[in-house]
């Protein structure tokens, strides 16, 4: 079983950039698929990124592709999820999860463990 916690939230202008990331403890992330997801206020919770658990392709949706980038850390078991030129509609709360599977890592329903969340708000 693994544990997750993600941490780097904070408050940015529109235009600027943040580095959020997970902290995995219990095992180590090369046994998972890692994603990240996020829920605005008022919406449901939707996919961000995730990077499969070869580490050798990441996923992303398209409100950020080419502005986000997915990457883990094997020796400090640590996901990141670096976001450049932010903007207002980034804001939500961001979420790491974990699974063991390979595919469909962009439905919720896939992943086992999940973190608590980290705010991320972006000024206009």
């Known amino acids: 079983q693994v544990q997750l916690v993600e941490s780097g939230g904070g408050l940015v202008q529109a235009g600027g950039s943040l580095r959020v990331s997970c902290a995995a403890s219990?095992?180590?992330?090369?046994?998972?698929?890692m994603g990240w997801f996020r829920q605005a206020p008022g919406k449901e919770r939707e996919f961000v990124a995730a990077i499969i658990r070869t580490g050798l392709s990441t996923f992303y949706a398209d409100s950020v592709k080419g502005r986000f980038t997915i990457s883990r850390d094997i020796a400090k078991n640590t996901v990141y999820l670096q976001m450049n030129n932010l903007k207002p509609e980034d804001t939500a709360v961001y979420y790491c999860?974990?699974?063991?599977?390979?595919?469909?890592?962009?439905?919720?329903?896939?992943?086992?463990?999940w973190g608590q969340g980290t705010q991320v708000t972006v000024s206009s």
């Open positions: 999860a974990a699974t063991e599977k390979i595919y469909t890592l962009s439905t919720q329903g896939t992943y086992n463990y």
């Open positions: 219990g095992r180590t992330i090369s046994a998972y698929s």
